[in-house]
């Protein structure tokens, strides 16, 4: 063995510890006020999700119940690279709603889950993070329909009408539309996703927005993930991973594509890159595969 190749497995055991022990992203859920939804299953689904790929370290907060004080409500933004968003409830006091704004533009990263587009309609701040919002009253007066058409092409729909469908429970096949962005790279063009509950109709303001995947719903291709850049911050929001009013209705997050969209999706909000690769148990447009444990299986890389 020469002294140059000594040297160099020298210099492979002193760096390889040091990426080892690169620090978790500290990650803030906030969830809680969500009549139609499971949140407290789905938020320890979603914690157990980001802690076992062991990229995050997460603190679940919990805002006050429906019919309690709203205003009890003063999360500490600070320290955190990385905000998650499972809620369905009443709009956040101003200062919290001030707070938040100036941790986005200053650059924090934000993740936004499924019925989550809904809440604080009266937030126009909020509606600029979240691009696309549906019910709670909204209509063409929030901004236009936003979906996505052959070509590439994205269609702002000022009909008049209300926002937010959904049909049945239903398993449903994913285009990816940005196949050059960080969260999608290496996936594959379509996939199937386990049976979910698929949200369509959006409409909101609709700026500073990438379509990174769509379903076709009603002869239309709906977009069901997408990023927005709000000042320096980035925001993922991913309208999949539906669960149910009671336990067993979680299935939807079991679903391995929405496990690693959300792991790649949390990690680009917060960092701006993504470091995972995509994995081999990621499903096929005509199979679906599941993790049962919220956990990559040993042969997954």
């Given at each position: 063995m020469t002294r140059k190749t000594i040297l160099t497995l020298l210099l492979a055991c002193l760096i390889l510890p040091v990426a080892q022990a690169a620090q978790p992203i500290k990650t803030l859920l906030i969830t809680g006020q969500d009549g139609s939804h499971y949140w407290r299953g789905?938020?320890?689904g979603i914690e157990k999700i980001l802690e076992n790929s062991g990229l995050f370290e997460v603190d679940i907060l919990v805002t006050p119940d429906?019919?309690?004080?709203?205003n009890r409500f003063?999360?500490?933004?600070?320290?955190?690279?990385l905000v998650i968003i499972n809620y369905g409830g009443a709009t956040w006091k101003p200062s919290v709603r001030r707070a938040f704004e100036k941790y986005?533009?200053?650059?924090?990263g934000v993740v936004v889950l499924h019925s989550?587009?809904?809440?604080?309609?009266?937030?126009p701040a909020y509606n600029e993070m979240t691009a696309l919002g549906a019910w709670n009253g909204r209509d063409e007066r929030w901004g236009p329909y936003v979906y996505w058409t052959e070509g590439g092409r994205y269609i702002y729909d000022y009909t008049p009408g209300y926002a937010g469908y959904h049909g049945l429970q239903h398993e449903t096949v994913v285009d990816t539309r940005a196949p050059g962005h960080p969260i999608m790279q290496g996936l594959p063009p379509r996939w199937k996703h386990f049976k979910d509950e698929i949200?369509?109709?959006?409409?909101?303001?609709g700026r500073n927005m990438e379509i990174l995947a769509t379903i076709e719903e009603q002869g239309r291709h709906e977009p069901v993930m997408w990023t927005?850049?709000?000042?320096k911050g980035r925001v993922f929001v991913d309208v999949l991973g539906h669960c149910g009013n009671d336990?067993?209705?979680?299935?939807?997050?079991?679903?391995t594509g929405y496990q690693v969209t959300l792991l790649r999706g949390a990690e680009w909000a917060a960092t701006g890159t993504v470091t995972q690769p995509a994995p081999k148990d990621f499903p096929l447009e005509d199979t679906f595969t599941l993790r049962p444990e919220f956990k990559a299986p040993f042969h997954a890389y």
């Open positions: 789905a938020s320890q429906f019919g309690e004080d709203i003063e999360p500490d933004f600070k320290g955190y690279s986005v533009s200053d650059g924090g989550s587009i809904i809440p604080m309609e009266d937030w949200y369509t109709k959006l409409r909101g303001p927005v850049g709000y000042g336990p067993e209705l979680t299935y939807s997050i079991l679903c």
